[in-house]
């Protein structure tokens, strides 16, 4: 009998701030994270800020160090806001050896910051 085993949630990101007001850099990217071996990957990104336009980018990677890399999913988050929901979630299928996300803040309004978390959930 062959049994699954459920990994622990792992959080990319956990309550990043992105303001693109001031001058602030308005993106951010996670460092790889092995997700060889791997059965099954959920991927969950939420925006608890007051951004209404920021894009959670999960991309795949061959190795840590590659160049190469791949766009696996893209979130649109809002600030919760019927047309633009501020969570989504992903099953993610096909897993390379590593994945990482990029946040992007383009909600240049004063006083408009992003508030991300990305989670995985993760079945061997």
Do not use: W
Not at 100 to 121: K, S, W
């Amino acid at each position: 009998m062959r049994t699954t085993l459920l990994i622990d949630p792992l959080d990319i990101f956990t309550a990043q701030t992105l303001d693109v007001a001031g001058g602030a850099v308005p993106i951010l990217t996670s460092t790889p994270i092995s997700v060889r071996m791997l059965s099954k990957l959920y991927v969950f990104a939420s925006n608890s800020g007051t951004s209404t336009n920021c894009t959670v980018t999960i991309f795949g990677k061959p190795s840590a160090t590659s160049l190469l890399s791949s766009t696996l999913e893209v979130f649109t988050l809002g600030a919760g806001t019927a047309l633009i929901p501020n969570s989504a979630g992903k099953y993610i299928e096909k897993i390379p050896s590593y994945i990482y996300a990029v946040i992007t803040n383009a909600d240049a309004t004063e006083g408009h910051t992003a508030i991300i978390t990305v989670t995985l959930n993760m079945t061997r």
